[in-house]
């Protein structure tokens, strides 16, 4: 690759809609912009008839010179690089990973993959990062978490961070951030109960809050059965999202002093660690994660980054914000990708 001469690393985001997708680019670009000046465009990317595609789409790219399909692929997507020449394409999604790999096969772009290749050769993705990958392709990194959009704060970001959600400094505030049905849980009454019983132990006082939001996951019956079962007062703030969609993870990190996750939710897991937290990880009693998830929530817990719900009780001892372990690596990952690009 040609070294960049311009001030800016261009770089260009294939969004594909999909929620659990679009916090992982806006994670990448925050570690990027802590190493290098930007210009950041995004480009809405939906692959017409799937289900059909996706294999044809699989053959061709693995098999086939890019001449014969790199133009027609990103059409089909209705792609143009034209008008923004990106030096760095970021994608997310198997589906958005076909018009990634079009990408990359164009001179002088290099593609970043935040998730698993499945199928696809990686060599035509360019950089994959994926709790799955295959490391025998020196540009697949296995990572430990996703990227997050969110950090840790400081400590006066933090005051007034509070001060905006009526907040007192000494208060122990909890985040306690909900998903739903999926990635081999199912949620019952009596998970949802045992839930409320720890919100209502943890806020017995004035000198604790809880923050809560759900997520589009949990869905809205699920929502109106928490309504029911956590008191308002033990509620410093709630977020029900399939009630009123809004977003608040970044407010609710920088106020807490330590998280409450659902095991379903890696997105969330992986903003609560790169926030500098250990969350603590909330669990449904059916629950048969894919094997997947749950060697990444294996090599979490041996890292010390998450910590398991014991007990009715959530604790929190110290400053749980400490200097992040995700935060190095990802430093670590992006100063690579830079000096590929020559840009270090």
């Known amino acids: 690759m040609a070294e960049l001469d311009q001030k800016e690393l261009r770089v260009l985001i294939l969004r594909d809609g999909k929620p659990g997708h679009e916090t992982k680019p806006d994670g990448f670009v925050r570690y990027l912009r802590q190493q290098a000046d930007l210009q950041v465009t995004e480009a809405n990317v939906r692959l017409p008839l799937a289900a059909l595609m996706r294999p044809l789409l699989t053959l061709v790219i693995n098999y086939l010179p890019t001449l014969l399909w790199r133009r027609a692929v990103l059409s089909l997507y209705g792609l143009s690089l034209d008008d923004f020449r990106p030096d760095l394409v970021l994608a997310a999604g198997g589906k958005s990973s076909f018009a990634l790999a079009a990408c990359q096969a164009t001179e002088n772009i290099t593609g970043v993959l935040l998730g698993s290749a499945r199928r696809l050769r990686p060599d035509r993705l360019g950089w994959v990062f994926a709790a799955d990958a295959d490391e025998s392709w020196d540009r697949c990194v296995q990572v430990p978490l996703p990227p997050s959009a969110h950090g840790a704060v400081s400590r006066v970001v933090k005051g007034e961070v509070r001060t905006r959600l009526g907040l ?24 949802w109960q045992h839930l409320a019983q720890l919100i209502r132990g943890f806020a017995e006082d004035e000198s604790h809050a809880v923050l809560l939001s759900t997520s589009r996951r949990t869905g809205l019956e699920t929502e109106k059965s928490l309504q029911k079962l956590i008191p308002p007062h033990c509620l410093r703030q709630a977020v029900w999202f399939n009630h009123r969609e809004e977003r608040c993870m970044a407010d609710y990190l920088a106020a807490s002093d330590a998280v409450l996750v659902s095991v379903d939710s890696i997105s969330m897991i992986a903003e609560a660690c790169s926030a500098g937290f250990t969350p603590w990880i909330f669990c449904p009693q059916r629950a048969e994660l894919p094997s997947r998830v749950a060697s990444l929530i294996s090599r979490l817990e041996s890292k010390g980054m998450i910590k398991w719900l ?6 929190i ?19 690579a990708v830079l000096v590929d690009l020559k840009v270090l």
């Open 168 to 191: 007192a400094e000494h208060q122990k505030v909890l985040a306690v951030l909900i998903g739903g049905d999926g990635a081999g849980c199912e949620y019952t009454l009596a998970d």
């Open 310 to 315: 014991a007990g009715d009780e959530v604790s």
């Open 317 to 335: 001892n110290g400053n749980e914000c400490a200097d992040s372990e995700l935060d190095r690596f990802w430093h670590g990952q992006i100063r």
